[in-house]
Structure formats: C-alpha cells, structure tokens
Nanobody, 124 residues
Framework: QVQLVESGGGLVQAGGSLRLSCAAS????????MAWFRQAPGKEREFVTV????????VYAEHVKGRFTISRDNAKNTVYLQMNSLKPEDTAVYYC?????????????????WGQGTQVTVSS
C-alpha cells in the first residue's frame, strides 16, 4: 500500500507558475512510475505527465509540453510538478498517481494508488 499526499495547489494568474509536490509513504516508492493527472469540472480525468522510477525519460501530454516539468527525488519519496506559463485552461484538480510502468501509462487504470488531489486555479 502506498499513500500519496499532494500539496502546492492554489490560485495564480495566467502566465504564472506553481510547483506541486506529492509525498509518498508506505511501500517502497522507488519502484513505481509516478504520474500526474488532472480533472476539470464536468470533464474526465486526463493524463498530464509520467516519470519512471529512475527519474528519466518523462512523457508529457501535448497540451503541457514545454510548460510543465516532472521530477522525482527517491530519497525524499517525493515527486514534483513544476508548472510554468499557466493558462486558464490548466484549471483543474491535480492528482498524483503511482503504479508499475505499463503501456497504459496515460490512462487512470494504469495506476494503483492515488492522492486526494490539489486544486489549481488559473485566473485570466
């Protein structure tokens, strides 16, 4: 069992930046791929980015490429999401997820563990 707790969300103006953190506890964190998803009101949960357990070769959704950066610190059992050049359409609840790396890395069913989410609101 892995417990995930997100933090760092908030209200920011368009063009601003936020850094989300996801702290893991429980079973070993190091072996899991870690991902960020987001869900806006009335919409399905969508993939944002994923990073493997080694912390290399991240994959990004097209709509965040060049603006968001995922990283992880296995010594601290923490994964980060640096979000720059934020847009109003980035407004959503952001969720951290953990799971074994699979072909379903961009789908919610590809992950076994989820955090409770943190709200990100970008004003225009």
């Amino acid at each position: 069992q892995v417990q995930l707790v997100e933090s760092g969300g908030g209200l920011v103006q368009a063009g601003g930046s936020l850094r989300l953190s996801c702290a893991a506890s429980g079973r070993t964190f190091k072996g899991y791929a870690m991902a960020w998803f987001r869900q806006a009101p009335g919409k399905e949960r969508e993939f944002v980015t994923v990073i493997n357990w080694r912390g290399v070769s991240p994959v990004y959704a097209e709509h965040v490429k060049g603006r968001f950066t995922i990283s992880r610190d296995n010594a601290k059992n923490t994964v980060y999401l640096q979000m720059n050049s934020l847009k109003p359409e980035d407004t959503a609840v952001y969720y951290c997820a953990a799971g074994a790396w699979s072909l379903h890395y961009n789908l919610p069913r590809g992950y076994d563990y989820w955090g409770q989410g943190t709200q990100v609101t970008v004003s225009s």
